[in-house]
C-alpha cells in the first residue's frame, strides 16, 4: 500500500507563486511515476505535471509548461511542485497520484492510469 499526502496549497494573487508537495509513503518502490492533477469546480480532473522517479524525466501540460516545474527530493520520497506565473485559472484543488503503469500509457496524464492519489491540497489564484 502507498499513501501521498499534499500540502503547500493557499491563496495568492495573480503572478505570485507556491510550491506543493507530496509526501509518499508505504510501500513507494512500486511506484513508478507521480502526476500532479488538478480539478477546478465543475470541471473535469487535468494532468498538469508527471515525473518518472527512476530517472526523473518530466512532462506537463500545455497550460502549465514554462510556468510549473515538478521536482522530487534526492530520496525520491517527496515530490515538489513549484507554480510560479499563477493565474486565476490555475485556481482548483490539486491533487498527486501514483502509478506503476508503462511510460507510454502514465505520460498521458489521464486520471484513469493512477490508482494511488492523496486527498488534495486547494490552490485559490485571485485577479
Known amino acids: 500500500q502507498v499513501q501521498l499526502v499534499e500540502s503547500g496549497g493557499g491563496s495568492v494573487q495573480a503572478g505570485g507563486s507556491l510550491r506543493l508537495s507530496c509526501a509518499a509513503s508505504?510501500?513507494?518502490?512500486?511506484?513508478?511515476?507521480i502526476t500532479w492533477f488538478r480539478q477546478a469546480p465543475g470541471k473535469g480532473r487535468e494532468g498538469v505535471a508527471l515525473?518518472?522517479?527512476?530517472?526523473?524525466?518530466?512532462a506537463y501540460a500545455n497550460s502549465v509548461k514554462g510556468r510549473f516545474t515538478i521536482s522530487q527530493d534526492n530520496a525520491k520520497i517527496t515530490v515538489y511542485l513549484q507554480m510560479n506565473s499563477l493565474k486565476p485559472e490555475d485556481t482548483a484543488m490539486y491533487y498527486c497520484?501514483?502509478?506503476?503503469?508503462?511510460?507510454?500509457?502514465?505520460?498521458?496524464?489521464?486520471?484513469?492510469?493512477?490508482?494511488?492519489w492523496g486527498q488534495g491540497t486547494q490552490v485559490t489564484v485571485s485577479s
Open positions: 497520484a501514483g502509478t506503476d503503469k508503462p511510460n507510454w500509457l502514465a505520460f498521458q496524464l489521464q486520471e484513469t492510469a493512477y490508482y494511488y
Open positions: 508505504g510501500d513507494t518502490d512500486s511506484i513508478t511515476h
Open positions: 515525473i518518472y522517479r527512476r530517472l526523473g524525466t518530466t
